[in-house]
C-alpha cells in the first residue's frame, strides 16, 4: 500500500515538473518579448533599467502596420468565408451520401496536410508566379486555404454526422425544396459546427507562415511574414525593433485565441482523426 | 431516388474537388514535371541526380531527420504518460490546456523570436541556470542543434499532448476498472489495455508531429547555424528556388521531401495496424 502512494507520488512531482518546466518557458519567452520590446540597453540584469517606446516608432517606420494588420486579417476572414463555402458542402455529402471511392476522396481532402507545406508550397509558388498571384493579397488568400479547406472538412464532418437525418427526411416529405433544407433545417442545425470551423480557422490561419512566406511581397504579407523577415535579417535593426512587431503579432494573436476559448475547447485546436 | 440523392451529393462535392485539384493535384503534378525536365522542357534525371550526389545537399536529410525523429520521440513519449495521468482531470486543468494552446497559436516565428532572447547568454534562463549554479558559465541554447530542438519540441509536444488527451479521455474508464477486478496491477492494465486502446492516437499524433518537425524552416533559421550544421532540407529547396531560380532542382526537393514525409507515415501506419487491429471501438466511450 505504501509502496502504491509512494509511486503515486513520483509521478504526481514529474507531471508538476514537466508542467511548471514548460509554463516557466513559455511565460519566460512571452515575458521577455514584451519587456524587451519597451527596453533600452538591456544587456543583463533581471529587468531593463530604462524604459521606452521608441522601438514601436521605428517598428512602424520600418513597415506600414497598419496595412501588415489589415492585410492579416483580410486574409484570415476571406478565408474562412471562402474555406466554409467550399468545405461545408463537401462536409455534408462526406458524412450522409454513401458512393463508390469515398474513402479514397477523404483521404485525398486529408492529403495536405501530411505532405509538409514546403513540399507542395515551391511548386505551388511558382504557379502562383507564372500565373501573377504572387505579390498580391489575392495570391495570399488562395495559397493559404490549402491548409484551411481539409483542416475545416474534418472539424465539420462530425457536427453534421450528429444531426439526424429524420428532420430532413421530414422537411422533405413536407416538401421543401433541397435549398430550403439547407438553409432553413441543416445550416441552423450545424450553426455550432460552422461556429467551431470558423474560429478554429481563424487563429489557425493567422499564425499560417510558409506559403504566405513563399510568394507573398511587401504589399501583400502577413504580420507573421513581416516579422520572420525582421527576425532573419538580424543586424540590420535593433533586435527591440524586431520584438515591438512581435508584441504586435502576439497581442493580435493572443485576442483571437482567448475570444475563440469563449466558443471552443483546446482540445479542439488540434484535430481529431478517427 | 436513391440515385438522385447521390448524384446531389457529388454536386455539393464539385466546389472541394476544384480546389483539391487546382490548388493541390495540379502544383504537385507541376512539381514532378518540373523536377523532372530541364530548363528548356526536355526530360530528365539530373535534377535528382545533382541532390543525390552533391554531399552539401544529400546530408540535409540526414540533418532533418536528426531533429525531426528525435524531437517527435520525445514530445509524443511525453505526452503520453503526461495524457494518462490526466485521464480523469487534475485541478487546474483549464489552465493547463491553455499555456499549452498558446504556443500553438502563436506559431513558430514568434517562439524562435522570443527564444533568441530569453535562452540568449543573458537572458533570464541562463541567469536563473547561473543563480542555482548549474552551470559555470552560460549555456548555449541558440544558434545550435538545441535551439533548433528546443523550439521544434516547444510547438510539437503540446500538439501531440492535446490531441492525445482527447484521445486517452475518450477511452472507456470501465474496461480499466474490469482489467483491476480481474486482478492487473496498475502496470500491467496499462501495458495490455490502455496502451493498444491508445495506439491510434499515438500513430496519429506521431504522424502529424514529424510532418511538422521534418518541414521546420523558420526555427532551423533563426536559432540553428542555417548555413552548417543545421541547413535542413526545405531550406535546400528555398534556395535552390528563390535564390539561385533554379526551380527544377527545387522542384526535385521538394518531390524527395514529401516522398520521405510519406514514407515515415507508411511506416507508422504499419506499426499501429499491427498493434492495433481494431480493438477500441469497443473501448470507445
Known sequence: ?274 | MKGRSRNGALLLLIPAIVFLVLLFIYPFGYGLYTSLTKADGSFTFANYIRFFTNERDLRTIGVTLGIAVPVTLLAVGIAVPLCYHMRRGVPGEKIISFFFIVPVTLGTVLISEGMLTFMGPNGWLNQLIMALHLAQKPVQFTHNYAGVAISVGLQGFPYAFLMLLGYISGINPDLEKASQMLGANKWQTFWKVLFPLMVPGIAISFCLNFVMAFSVYPSAVLLGQPSGPQRVIALAAYQWAFEKFNFNAASAISMIMAAIELLVIAVVLAWRSKLYKGASIVGKG
Not at chain 1, 168 to 181: P, Q, V
Open chain 1, 1 to 274: 500500500m505504501i509502496a502504491v502512494r509512494n509511486k503515486l507520488k513520483i509521478s504526481n512531482a514529474l507531471f508538476m515538473i514537466v508542467i511548471v518546466l514548460f509554463v516557466f518557458i513559455v511565460l519566460g519567452i512571452l515575458l521577455t518579448v514584451v519587456l524587451n520590446s519597451f527596453s533600452k540597453g538591456w544587456y543583463s540584469g533581471l529587468l531593463p533599467k530604462v524604459f521606452t517606446a521608441e522601438w514601436y516608432k521605428y517598428a512602424g517606420q520600418e513597415h506600414k502596420i497598419p496595412r501588415l494588420i489589415g492585410v492579416t486579417f483580410l486574409v484570415a476572414i476571406a478565408d474562412v468565408l471562402i474555406g466554409l463555402l467550399i468545405s461545408f458542402p463537401a462536409a455534408y455529402a462526406l458524412a450522409r451520401a454513401e458512393f463508390k471511392g469515398k474513402a479514397l476522396l477523404l483521404s485525398l481532402f486529408l492529403l495536405p496536410m501530411i505532405v509538409p507545406p514546403m513540399a507542395y508550397g515551391i511548386p505551388l509558388a511558382m504557379l502562383c508566379y507564372k500565373f501573377h498571384l504572387a505579390g498580391r493579397v489575392i495570391g495570399t488568400i488562395v495559397v493559404n486555404l490549402v491548409p484551411i479547406v481539409p483542416f475545416m472538412i474534418l472539424v465539420l464532418m462530425p457536427f453534421i454526422e450528429q444531426v439526424g437525418t429524420n428532420l430532413e427526411s421530414a422537411a422533405k416529405m413536407l416538401g421543401a425544396k433541397r435549398g430550403t433544407i439547407f438553409a432553413k433545417v441543416l445550416i441552423p442545425l450545424t450553426t455550432p459546427g460552422l461556429l467551431t470551423a470558423g474560429i478554429l480557422s481563424l487563429v489557425k490561419s493567422i499564425s499560417l507562415f510558409d506559403l504566405t512566406y513563399l510568394i507573398a511581397g511587401e504589399n501583400s504579407q502577413t504580420i507573421v511574414v513581416a516579422l520572420f523577415t525582421d527576425a532573419y535579417a538580424a543586424g540590420a535593426r535593433p533586435p527591440q525593433a524586431t520584438d515591438a512587431l512581435a508584441v504586435i503579432y502576439f497581442a493580435i494573436a493572443m485576442t483571437c485565441l482567448l475570444v475563440s476559448l469563449r466558443f471552443v475547447s483546446p482540445t479542439q485546436m488540434v484535430f481529431k482523426v478517427k
